[in-house]
């Protein structure tokens, strides 16, 4: 099962900007599609953002033209830039990998989940 370790979370003011990034430990890692998840406190995990393993992207609407999701396959890592944040990003977001469902905006993950890296917006 692939492992998943997030970083870069913070405490920012809205409309700051902060890049997750995310460590995947398997050799066939350009083969998955990728997912950026959020889950705030009392709230279920939501998939916000994924990356297909050709490179397509799709957002959910609350972070669509703020958020960007990126892969480098040679350094086996997703990254999340996410610019002009809101009060309501605050939440502990999550990487996974898996197969993405394009018509669903759902990816259905594969790997174990991790700490997740905590993101507060905040003024």
């Known amino acids: 099962q692939v492992q998943l370790v997030e970083s870069g979370g913070g405490s920012v003011q809205p409309g700051g900007s902060l890049r997750l990034s995310c460590a995947a430990s398997t050799s066939i890692f350009s083969r998955y599609d990728m997912g950026w998840y959020r889950q705030a406190p009392g709230k279920q995990r939501e998939l916000v953002a994924a990356?297909?393993?050709?490179?397509?992207?799709a957002y959910a609407e609350s972070v669509k033209g703020r958020f960007t999701i990126s892969r480098d396959n040679a350094e086996k890592r997703v990254y999340l830039q996410m610019n002009s944040l809101k009060p309501e990003d605050t939440a502990v977001y999550y990487c996974?990998?898996?197969?993405?469902?394009?018509?669903?905006?759902?990816?259905?993950?594969?790997?174990?989940w991790g700490q997740g890296t905590q993101v507060t917006v905040s003024s």
């Open positions: 990356i297909t393993s050709v490179g397509n992207t």
């Open positions: 996974n990998a898996g197969s993405y469902y394009s018509g669903s905006f759902y990816l259905k993950p594969s790997g174990s």
